[in-house]
């Protein structure tokens, strides 16, 4: 027992007596980890979600000759455009052109020689057999259908003579642009070897790597809106074309390929661009920090939340069912309330039924309501 002798002694022990009367809190609630929490935010809109991209050509070909000669034409330098079957580059067709008018006339000579034939065979037929020896009736019909073939043979050679003139010329296979271009005036060039690089401008796309927590955004939007970096306010309607099958193992993310509907002239394949996609709303949504979620290797995803009973204020885990990212939000489908309070810094150790005591962001003490 203590004694205290005289007012200040007293005093004194009546001081240590009140500090020491602290040890009487419960063991529990001095072990209690503080807690960061907050509320579902609760969402009737759905969350619009931008990926940057490339704009992409449907078309692209590399031209070659398709004949081997000098170039005597390369007016169409890099960014020129064309249309289908324009004139991109031409070959020096002169000793072409020179047998082009040599079966020209060769047809000529075949032609005259049918009609030569045709006529002497008219005279014997109109003759008849009586006045006409019917040998040389028959020589004359052979004549004439030999004359028929050698005219059939003689257009033909004109017509391939036609295509080969044809072919020291590069055209365009579609409307688009040149890329680049690997041959000048007075170069030989070889059959099969490119000498220009054409992109297509009718039909664009627009190339997206899309991160995998976002595959439920692609999977319940089937159109989007593509925007070119300061054109804010004219979207480029958009449709999806194509999605990879495939994850990308290093860098986590799929393609997605999006037709662009009407792209204004301006649209040219290589620039950068952002599609801007909306999901479908399926009613009111939950959204939480992404710092709450605790994912299992057994395959369970969950979060905690904190009740308060009897004065105590316990941890309890929760098994979540996951919707789409949202930055640093991610909206949950099923396992917790809009009510509730879920742990969102200091759950990595928490056991079930844990006391807690809840702060906030600041780590203020945070009674709950």
């Known amino acids: 027992m203590i004694v205290y002798k005289n007012r200040t002694l007293f005093r004194i022990g009546s001081v240590l007596a009140a500090c020491l009367g602290l040890v009487s809190i419960p063991a529990q609630g001095l072990d209690a980890p503080p807690v960061v929490v907050e509320k579902p935010e609760t969402n009737a809109e759905p969350a619009v979600f931008r990926f940057p991209g490339s704009i992409t050509a449907k078309r692209e070909a590399e031209l070659s000759p398709r004949v081997a000669g000098l170039v005597s034409v390369a007016d169409a330098e890099t960014g020129f455009t064309a249309k289908k079957d324009d004139v991109l580059v031409r070959l020096d067709d002169t000793i072409a052109r020179i047998e082009l008018k040599e079966r020209e006339l060769a047809l000529e000579a075949a032609e005259a020689e049918k009609a030569n034939a045709e006529r002497r065979l008219n005279e014997a037929r109109q003759l008849g057999d009586a006045n006409f020896p019917r040998t040389e009736r028959e020589t004359r019909e052979t004549a004439f259908r030999l004359s028929e073939v050698a005219v059939q043979q003689a257009a033909n050679a004109l017509e391939r003579q036609r295509e080969i003139v044809e072919r020291h010329q590069i055209i365009a296979p579609f409307d688009g642009v040149v890329v680049s271009k690997s041959a000048e005036v007075g170069e030989w060039v070889q059959t099969g070897n490119p000498v220009l690089q054409f992109v297509g401008t009718s039909e664009l796309r627009l190339d997206l790597e899309v991160p995998q927590e976002q595959l439920d955004v692609v999977l319940q939007t089937q159109s989007a809106s593509v925007y070119l970096s300061r054109r804010e306010e004219q979207p480029i309607p958009a449709r999806i074309e194509a999605r990879s099958p495939k994850v990308n ?121």
């Open 249 to 369: 193992p290093q860098t986590r993310t799929f393609m997605v390929r999006l037709g662009l509907d009407s792209p204004p002239p301006y649209v040219k394949p290589g620039m950068s661009a952002e599609a801007s996609f909306r999901p479908t709303i399926r009613g009111q949504q939950l959204v939480i920090s992404r710092d709450a979620i605790i994912r299992y290797g057994d395959g369970r995803t969950v979060v905690w939340i904190v009740q308060t009973t009897g004065g105590e204020t316990r941890a309890k885990m929760r098994e979540v069912t996951l919707g789409s990212t949202r930055g640093n939000r991610i909206e949950v489908l099923s396992g917790i309330e809009e009510n509730e309070y879920v742990v969102v810094r200091g759950n990595e150790s928490l056991q079930e039924d844990q006391i807690v005591i809840t702060t906030d962001a600041s780590g203020n003490r945070k009674e709950l309501e």
